[in-house]
């Protein structure tokens, strides 16, 4: 029901933008919020989208979060990436509400994540 894309190789310093589109109960997404999972490490916030956006300091300043409510979708424009954002990135919603949240256990639907890896 959230189906990410646009991940790839890239070299450091360049941009991706991460799409986010969801289906069935997913179509009214509330707050959506972006994840990351780099190989050996937790899962980790990167920013959401509800009333207004949030990002965690390793986002702020390089990536961006918007949606487009018509279309369903939710986009994640990634620049700067440096080796270190190098992991696989999970879009997540909330059944109900608009407060973004930082905890991974807040989110009730997850996609199936998106593969970001950038070279140095």
């Known amino acids: 029901q959230l189906v990410e894309s646009g991940g790839g190789l890239v070299q450091a310093g360049a941009s991706l933008r991460l799409s986010c589109i969801g289906s069935?109960?997913?179509?009214?997404?509330?707050?959506i919020g972006w994840f990351r999972q780099a190989p050996g490490k937790e899962r980790e916030f990167v920013g959401g989208?509800?009333?207004?956006?949030s990002y965690a300091d390793s986002a702020k300043g390089r990536f961006t979060i918007s949606r487009d409510n018509s279309e369903n979708m939710v986009y994640l424009q990634m620049n700067s990436l440096k080796p270190e954002d190098t992991a696989v990135y999970y879009c997540?919603?909330?059944?109900?509400?608009?407060?973004?949240?930082?905890?991974?256990?807040?989110?009730?639907?997850w996609g199936q994540g998106t593969q970001v890896t950038v070279s140095s």
């Open positions: 997540a919603a909330r059944r109900s509400g608009f407060r973004i949240s930082r905890s991974e256990g807040d989110y009730e639907y």
């Open positions: 069935g109960r997913t179509s009214n997404m509330r707050a």
């Open positions: 989208i509800g009333v207004g956006t």
